[in-house]
Antibody, heavy 119, light 111 residues
Framework: QVQLQESGPGLVKPSQTLSLTCTVS??????????WSWIRQHPGKGLEWIGY???????YYNPSLKSRVTISVDTSKNQFSLKLSSVTAADTAVYYC???????????WGQGTLVTVSS | QSVLTQPPSASGTPGQRVTISCSGS????????VYWYQQLPGTAPKLLIYRNNQRPSGVPDRFSGSKSGTSASLAISGLRSEDEADYYC????????????FGGGTKLTVL
């Protein structure tokens, strides 16, 4: 059973770049058939898909965030990463990583990590 | 404002059957599968229904999904106190080169 764990700074200053990593265990990120996603949830709000990546490096992003988002994969470390540039307080959220088998839905999810944007 | 529309709240008593609706458009629900997620308080979401009406292993058959046109619904029968959670629908949207969209979520209260 694949498990995912997010890691990264819990506090980021405005205008800086938010960087998070998701470590995958229990399976190989390069085995194929899975897309690797980032999803966020603003405090007390609903879910927002940020984007996902295939092990080959192909990426798909939410059009509303596309200009600020970069998702990359490191198959040697079995990790994938999120970078969100020029952050503001509106980017404060719990960030989840999740796998997407055959790009169908999100399962399973990591436990999530809260990132606060504040000076 | 979420692309998919869900009622903000729903409620029922133990043993009852409740349904949660999810309304979209031709570019998302109308042409793609619908997925449902359950988020228990303080935890990450969990896949509940995939491909409109399929249950992953381990999900009780009390949970069922359906889709008609540009709308979908999640039904929970034999309601239990542990079903109290937030429920989200999701679908791929073909517009703007394609992207995933979610409903705003429905908070289910078991009275």
């Amino acid at each position: 059973q694949v498990q995912l764990q997010e890691s990264g700074p819990g506090l980021v200053k405005p205008s800086q770049t938010l960087s998070l990593t998701c470590t995958v265990s229990g399976g190989s990120i390069s085995s194929g058939g899975y897309y690797w996603s980032w999803i966020r949830q603003h405090p007390g709000k609903g879910l927002e898909w940020i984007g996902y990546i295939y092990y080959s490096g192909s990426t798909y992003y939410n059009p509303s965030l596309k200009s600020r988002v970069t998702i990359s994969v490191d198959t040697s470390k079995n990790q994938f990463s999120l970078k969100l540039s020029s952050v503001t307080a509106a980017d404060t959220a719990v960030y989840y990583c999740a796998s997407s088998p055959s790009a169908e839905g999100f399962d399973p999810w990591g436990q999530g990590t809260l990132v606060t944007v504040s000076s | 404002q979420s692309v998919l529309t869900q009622p903000p709240s729903a409620s029922g008593t133990p043993g009852q059957r409740v349904t949660i609706s999810c309304s979209g458009s031709s570019s998302n629900i109308g042409s793609n599968y619908v997925y449902w997620y359950q988020q228990l308080p303080g935890t990450a979401p969990k896949l509940l229904i995939y491909r409109n009406n399929q249950r992953p292993s381990g999900v009780p058959d009390r949970f069922s999904g359906s889709k008609s046109g540009t709308s979908a619904s999640l039904a929970i029968s034999g309601l239990r106190s542990e079903d109290e959670a937030d429920y989200y629908c999701a679908a791929w949207d073909d517009s703007l080169s394609g992207h995933w969209v979610f409903g705003g979520g429905t908070k289910l209260t078991v009275l």
